[in-house]
């Protein structure tokens, strides 16, 4: 997201003319907010117009308030913080993105911090610390009632990115041998209720969970009716310990709803909702294109300096893969300078093999992110991506030979380049996919490691072939 400049009229779009919005603040292409919507908020902003500004933003979703935050400026954003104060929701500051998060966390005043914390949910609470500073954590969870403060630091004792971190600690919970009307007058007596919930989980007498109940089969069903009678197949619960994308996956792969979350000694501790866990697993497929693309875990938030930190170690990398690949290159120097139509041409079957590779790689990660790609499938998909790369090859060979050929008027090079681009594609498809695969074998990140080597590799083979058959042929 680029920030957006303010010198809009408020009543008009760019250009001077009107500009669709309704009453949320969004435009007619779709979610995102409407750059008028944005001006009159800044203009409410400019004029310190404090009534103005909560009658522009009362509208909003939390969501699209954190999306407007993270948009402007840093001047911009610090004005509307302070000026919007004692309006500013809890649930505002659990859409931020975390690099801003802990900018305008430190605006808030003590009181206004502590009222928009309270209406959290401990998920959201230690999603809203786990990555502060010290002194900031601190002024948060001081906030908390005593409580509160317990469950939240109970959660921030398990492992970063587990499920012990993703869970809320509020949950409806009932003696496995109660009925439907004994379970709806305890909710109804309630007023701790979580704001959003699915199931009624059964437990024993030792807290451990055995079963839940949908609300809808509960609300359906006659008050003497024993809740034992009318609970949910495929019921699974979920370890504290667990890594959180395990989770997102389960949830995904066996259509969860929630899940109660159990301690060592099986006993509830927490549940995990269908939104937590499709934040995960949305915050992994973005995590795993970052990493493709060697940019970390960065965003358009970042300072200057973040970013290159993340970005600078995998340029790095790929220079000294450029190194080794012209390194190669100046083995056949004297073929290249007997033929400079060499020089012309090899850059293309580079090319198509790094693209080549990249395709399969990108297969190959996503599949073994998703599970998909496992031991029992792994020879038929490195066979089935060496066939297509043949096939690839085969095709282009053909294409780029009969382009050679009009070009420099040379068979024998047209040649070269044919089976250069049918060996530097096989071996693309093969690299492409064994290369992720065999990093997960080694415990290390395929996304964060893959493409580099796969370049390399694709660099080395494409500019020996080329090369080393044209001095086999030509000289």
């Known amino acids: 997201m680029t920030e957006i400049e303010h010198d809009i009229d408020p009543e008009t779009g760019p250009g001077g003319t009107p500009a669709p919005e309704d009453e949320t603040g969004q435009d007619d292409q779709g979610y995102t907010l409407d750059r008028r919507k944005v001006s009159a908020i800044l203009y409410a902003v ?26 402007i400026n840093a001047y911009d954003r610090r004005r509307l913080v302070l000026l919007y104060d004692l309006e500013f929701d809890g649930e505002i500051l659990s859409e931020l993105n975390e690099s801003i998060r802990e900018e305008v966390i430190s605006l808030l005043t003590p009181g206004v911090l502590q009222d928009a914390v309270r209406e959290l949910d401990s998920d959201d609470v230690v999603d809203l610390v786990e990555y502060l500073e010290e002194e900031q954590q601190e002024a948060v969870l001081d906030a908390l009632e005593d409580s509160d403060r ?41 007023e701790d209720l979580p704001e959003q919930f699915y199931h009624v989980i059964l437990i024993d007498p030792k807290m451990r969970p055995v079963a839940h109940v949908t609300l809808g089969k509960l609300m359906a069903s006659p008050r003497r009716t024993a809740l034992s009678e009318i609970t949910e197949p495929g019921f699974r619960t979920i370890p504290a310990q667990q890594d959180e994308g395990d989770v997102a996956y389960a949830f995904n792969q066996y259509h969860i709803i929630s899940a109660p979350v159990v301690d060592e000694d099986e006993r509830l501790v927490g549940v995990i909702t269908i939104d937590d866990a499709m934040i995960v697993l949305d915050e992994e497929h973005e995590e795993d294109i970052m990493r493709l693309a060697g940019v970390g875990e960065g965003n358009l938030n970042d300072r200057v300096s973040e970013t290159l930190k993340q970005r600078l170690p995998w340029l790095a990398v790929n220079l000294l893969t450029a190194v080794l690949a012209s390194l190669v290159i100046s083995v056949f120097d004297e073929t290249i300078a007997q033929f400079v139509a060499l020089a012309v041409l090899m850059p293309i079957v580079a090319s198509m093999g790094g693209n080549a590779g990249t395709q399969s790689l990108t297969v190959a990660v996503r599949a073994i992110a998703t599970k998909d790609l496992t031991g029992s499938n792994v020879w038929r998909v490195i066979r089935r991506e060496l066939a297509v790369g043949l096939l690839n090859g085969l095709a282009f060979a053909l294409t780029m030979a009969l382009l050679a050929i009009l070009w420099f008027g040379n068979l024998q090079i047209a040649l070269v380049l044919a089976v250069a681009m049918v060996i530097n594609l096989a071996v693309a498809g093969l690299a492409g996919i064994g290369v992720p695969v065999l990093l997960d074998k080694l415990k290390v990140d395929p996304a964060l490691a893959s493409g580099t080597f796969v370049t390399t590799v694709t660099d080395v083979v494409g500019f020996f072939a080329f090369l080393g058959l044209a001095g086999l042929v030509l000289l």
Not at 54 to 61: F, S, V
Request: aromatic share 4%; charged share 30%.
């Open 150 to 190: 317990v469950a939240v630091e109970q959660a921030l004792s398990y492992p970063e990115e587990s499920a012990g971190r993703l869970m809320q600690r509020e949950v409806v919970a009932v003696p496995e041998f109660w009925t439907v009307g004994q379970a709806i007058d305890m909710m109804r007596e309630r």
């Open 46 to 71: 400019d004029a310190e117009d404090r009534e103005e500004l909560i009658a522009q933003m009362e509208p909003l979703h939390a969501a699209d308030i954190a999306d407007l935050l993270e948009q």
